[in-house]
């Protein structure tokens, strides 16, 4: 068997790290063809070297001939800019594309694999989120493949039947069931959530991920997104997905079937094994994780979303019904609040508040192009950045 060529975008964070530990584990299978990362040169070098990348990106840096000659020196090139990410995305010789970059930022370069038919293990959900219907669409029109590697879509797909494509209803689904860990805040009172510092919200009791995602793992904006990331991969409709607290992360997703059955799939809560899912698919191969010991964990809780408490799955379903540029301005207003909390400027209550007043001041389009798609993203930057400078004067 020929081995599988990978470029893999965002291979300096936590998913994509992830990717390369499970790469590791099968040089027979995989080979690297490309890396691209936002401004880590010298992991993106490290990683190079070791995985023998034909090229590396990145993204954020202006363009230096002596960092290429560096690069070059370990036979690898180094490539430069947006329209590089689409180039290693959509090259001849690659086969699979590991969509891991975070945010808005990886929407083009997975829309680029989607039109050249690539099979895509998809991480980043917001592509899903901002643009649905078009990533979708040029999956469906160009025979791509997209593999949830986000570990809830990833369990969902594991517990359905592979003809689900047809319809839910067809496959006698009843309900998706989403579970939630509820992050590391589930139990605090809501005044005690002024004084939370971006450390405090990046520590999951969990998972170890990139400090954007564990933000909005505290808020639950992250289930909020996989809501709707949910209903465009399995073309379901929001009444058809409900969202379960299970604090120990050990279910990562089940499916409630017509007859009464509940299909899930458990493991320990450690991104490389949808990650290998993805990779091998339909196969399955060693992750390197540890195995589950359920006598070990002995108990498993369940409990319903407080949705006073976490108002952004209330927000999630009244987007998803709004349908349009809905989601995008959704997902533009909760980029720019975390990065304002991260970066001191507001504090971790205020977050889904500024999301849900932006929503409240913007006007839904029908999302016809990526075009569409881009303006109202920067637009709703521009407008939440303003909101976030008027609370504070
Ligand atoms: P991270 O912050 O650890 O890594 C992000 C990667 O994207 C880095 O390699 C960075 O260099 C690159 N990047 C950032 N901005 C960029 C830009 N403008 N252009 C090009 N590259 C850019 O994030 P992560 O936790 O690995 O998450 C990546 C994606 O996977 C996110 O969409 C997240 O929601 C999703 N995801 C992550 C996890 C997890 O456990 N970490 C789980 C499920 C889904
Ligand atoms: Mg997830």
């Given at each position: 068997?020929?081995?599988?060529?990978i470029?893999?975008?965002?291979?300096?964070?936590?998913?994509?790290?992830?990717?390369?530990?499970?790469?590791?584990?099968?040089?027979?299978?995989?080979?690297?063809?490309?890396?691209?990362?936002?401004?880590?040169?010298?992991?993106?070098?490290?990683q190079?070297?070791?995985?023998?990348?034909?090229?590396?990106?990145?993204?954020?840096?202006?363009?230096?001939?002596?960092?290429?000659?560096?690069?070059?020196?370990?036979?690898?090139?180094?490539?430069?800019?947006?329209?590089?990410?689409?180039?290693?995305?959509?090259?001849?010789?690659?086969?699979?594309?590991?969509?891991?970059?975070?945010?808005?930022?990886?929407?083009?370069?997975?829309?680029?694999?989607?039109?050249?038919?690539?099979?895509?293990?998809l991480?980043?959900?917001?592509?899903l989120?901002?643009?649905?219907k078009?990533?979708?669409?040029?999956?469906?029109?160009?025979?791509?493949?997209?593999?949830?590697?986000?570990?809830?879509?990833?369990?969902?797909?594991?517990?359905?039947?592979v003809?689900?494509?047809?319809?839910?209803?067809?496959?006698?689904?009843?309900?998706?069931?989403?579970?939630?860990?509820?992050?590391?805040?589930?139990?605090?009172?809501?005044?005690?959530?002024?004084?939370?510092?971006p450390e405090?919200?990046?520590?999951?009791?969990n998972?170890?991920?990139?400090?954007k995602i564990?933000?909005?793992?505290?808020?639950?904006?992250?289930?909020?997104?996989?809501l709707?990331?949910?209903?465009?991969l399995?073309?379901?409709?929001?009444?058809?997905?409900?969202?379960?607290?299970?604090p120990?992360?050990?279910?990562h997703?089940m499916?409630?079937?017509?007859d009464?059955?509940?299909?899930?799939?458990?493991?320990?809560?450690?991104?490389?094994?949808?990650?290998?899912?993805?990779?091998?698919?339909?196969?399955?191969?060693?992750?390197?994780?540890?195995?589950?010991d359920?006598?070990?964990?002995?108990?498993?809780?369940f409990?319903?979303?407080?949705?006073e408490?976490?108002?952004?799955?209330?927000?999630?379903?009244?987007?998803?019904k709004?349908?349009?540029?809905?989601?995008?301005?959704?997902?533009?207003?909760n980029?720019?609040?975390?990065?304002?909390?991260?970066?001191?400027?507001?504090?971790?209550n205020?977050?889904?508040?500024?999301?849900?007043?932006?929503l409240?001041?913007?006007?839904?389009?029908?999302?016809?192009?990526?075009?569409?798609?881009?303006?109202?993203?920067?637009q709703?930057?521009?407008?939440?950045?303003?909101?976030?400078?008027?609370?504070?004067?």
């Amino acid at each position: 068997m020929p081995k599988q060529l990978i470029t893999i975008l965002g291979s300096t964070g936590s998913i994509g790290c992830s990717t390369l530990q499970v790469i590791a584990l099968h040089p027979d299978k995989y080979q690297v063809f490309a890396l691209a990362a936002y401004s880590n040169t010298e992991l993106l070098l490290e990683q190079s070297m070791a995985f023998k990348a034909r090229y590396a990106v990145l993204v954020g840096a202006i363009p230096n001939s002596e960092l290429q000659q560096r690069f070059k020196s370990h036979g690898v090139e180094l490539l430069f800019g947006l329209s590089a990410l689409d180039d290693v995305a959509q090259h001849e010789s690659v086969d699979t594309v590991m969509a891991a970059i975070v945010g808005v930022a990886g929407l083009q370069s997975t829309l680029a694999a989607a039109r050249c038919g690539k099979r895509i293990l998809l991480a980043n959900k917001e592509s899903l989120v901002v643009s649905g219907k078009l990533l979708m669409d040029a999956v469906k029109e160009n025979h791509a493949t997209l593999l949830p590697v986000d570990s809830e879509h990833n369990a969902i797909f594991q517990s359905l039947p592979v003809y689900h494509q047809q319809g839910l209803d067809q496959a006698g689904v009843k309900k998706i069931i989403l579970t939630a860990s509820g992050g590391p805040f589930l139990h605090k009172k809501p005044h005690e959530l002024a004084d939370i510092t971006p450390e405090q919200a990046c520590k999951h009791p969990n998972w170890s991920m990139g400090r954007k995602i564990s933000v909005d793992s505290a808020t639950m904006m992250n289930k909020a997104l996989e809501l709707i990331e949910a209903c465009w991969l399995f073309n379901a409709s929001p009444s058809q997905v409900d969202i379960l607290i299970h604090p120990q992360s050990i279910i990562h997703s089940m499916v409630t079937y017509k007859d009464g059955s509940v299909m899930a799939q458990l493991g320990c809560p450690d991104m490389r094994t949808p990650i290998a899912y993805a990779l091998a698919y339909p196969e399955r191969i060693d992750s390197g994780v540890e195995m589950l010991d359920l006598a070990k964990i002995g108990t498993l809780q369940f409990e319903q979303v407080n949705l006073e408490r976490f108002p952004a799955i209330r927000l999630a379903y009244e987007v998803v019904k709004a349908g349009g540029t809905a989601s995008t301005i959704f997902n533009a207003a909760n980029e720019v609040a975390v990065e304002n909390f991260l970066d001191g400027h507001i504090p971790f209550n205020q977050i889904t508040q500024i999301i849900e007043t932006v929503l409240n001041q913007s006007a839904i389009e029908s999302v016809e192009s990526l075009e569409t798609v881009l303006n109202v993203d920067r637009q709703t930057r521009m407008i939440t950045q303003q909101i976030i400078k008027k609370s504070k004067v």
